[in-house]
């Protein structure tokens, strides 16, 4: 009898051997999602105001639920746990193309996870450095809307914020292509996440999946301080699905640019033009993508030769090419896993000399 109890006091020991920290606890530093927020299931990773959710797409210029996905946000936090366990959950009606996590560690991509639409999402893991306070970044998927539930570590172990890492940032302003159509839902494979990499800033990805000129996107400019970046590859939903003119494409891009540049003054702004594509006009216009090109490159050259200095124009068909689409695919204008990689490496060419 006296073995049997000492059974079960071991046994129970081991039960609470690991300790549940509460999402709303903030042992942990949010980056890339500017309106995150706590609900009733955990904490909820936003890249919009919640206000957007009162407007129709045809007034935000993209669908709210593509835009209630986490591409380019991730959770900072350092710990000294042996094992860590987090936990996520999915909201029923949310945009969802499964779940891919990717783990950093000091700095270094150590671990992926994917995860299906259906799956219980539990990412499970252990320090390479046993005893040690180690740094993690933990990158969230591009279409999927995980909502952090807890951490799950040893009892005596602690988890913290960590705030070491405060870079300035990068705004990725654009479309499905900047969202990450083309590489499955993976935040760290798509070129603003990339590009944001070998420029050393931290990204904020604006860009949502079927997005046009979007003058309520513009609003929110003045809700970001120290940003040091912005890039702006848009268009192609305007010129094919939406039918703009070129006049009406460049009147609703100088009204964005000004509205961007008046909340920041100082910030370089990249104007991609429309990189390489099978479509050669819209059904609707018939105008071409090279029309659309031309026009921004005049219109950039026009507001640098009234002051503009802090603005710059990349002819985006210049730097990408068929090869970069995806592989084995009728798609006509989304980036592969090659293409992405490809695109960040010839931006951050063209970047990092604006910088300086």
Do not use: W
């Not at 940003?227 to 268009?235: A, R």
């Not at 008046?262 to 105008?287: F, R």
């Amino acid at each position: 009898m006296k073995k049997f109890l000492i059974l079960i006091l071991t046994f129970s020991s081991l039960l609470l051997a690991d300790k549940t920290i509460n999402a709303d606890k903030m042992t942990y530093t949010i980056r890339g999602a500017q309106y995150s927020r706590a609900i009733e299931s955990g904490m909820e990773f936003r890249r919009f105001p919640i206000e957007f959710q009162k407007l129709t797409s045809q007034k935000l210029g993209f669908n709210i639920k593509k835009a209630e996905t986490t591409s380019g946000a991730s959770i900072l936090f350092k710990s000294n746990s042996q094992k860590i366990v987090i936990n996520f959950n999915t909201l029923k009606d949310s945009e969802n193309r499964g779940s891919d996590f990717a783990l950093y560690v000091e700095g270094k991509l150590i671990e992926e996870f994917s995860f299906q639409k259906k799956d219980v999402i539990k990412i499970e893991f252990t320090n390479p450095n046993p005893g040690n306070e180690t740094s993690y970044a933990l990158v969230l998927p591009s279409f999927s809307n995980p909502i952090l539930e807890n951490f799950v570590i040893d009892d005596k172990a602690y988890i913290k914020a960590d705030n070491s890492k405060q870079k300035k940032k990068y705004l990725a302003i654009g479309d499905s292509i900047s969202h990450g159509v083309g590489q499955d839902s993976k935040s760290y494979k798509t070129y603003p996440f990339l590009l944001s990499k070998k420029l050393d800033l931290q990204l904020y990805n604006q860009a949502v999946g079927g997005g046009k000129i979007s003058p309520a996107l513009a609003t929110t400019m003045k809700n970001f301080n120290n940003v040091k970046l912005i890039t702006i590859l848009i268009g192609y939903n305007d010129l094919k699905f939406q039918g703009k003119t070129v006049n009406q494409y460049i009147e609703a891009y100088d009204n964005f640019l000004n509205q961007t540049r008046e909340a920041q003054p100082h910030t370089k702004i990249v104007c991609i033009s429309l990189l390489y594509t099978k479509t050669q006009e819209s059904p609707k216009t018939k105008v071409s993508p090279d029309e659309y090109r031309v026009a921004l490159e005049q219109l950039i050259q026009q507001k640098r030769q009234e002051g503009d200095k802090n603005l710059f124009f990349v002819a985006g068909d210049s730097i990408t090419s068929s090869k970069d689409l995806r592989p084995d695919s009728s798609d006509p204008v989304h980036l592969g896993m090659y293409g992405a990689s490809h695109l960040a490496r010839e931006l951050a060419t063209i970047i990092k000399p604006i910088l300086k």
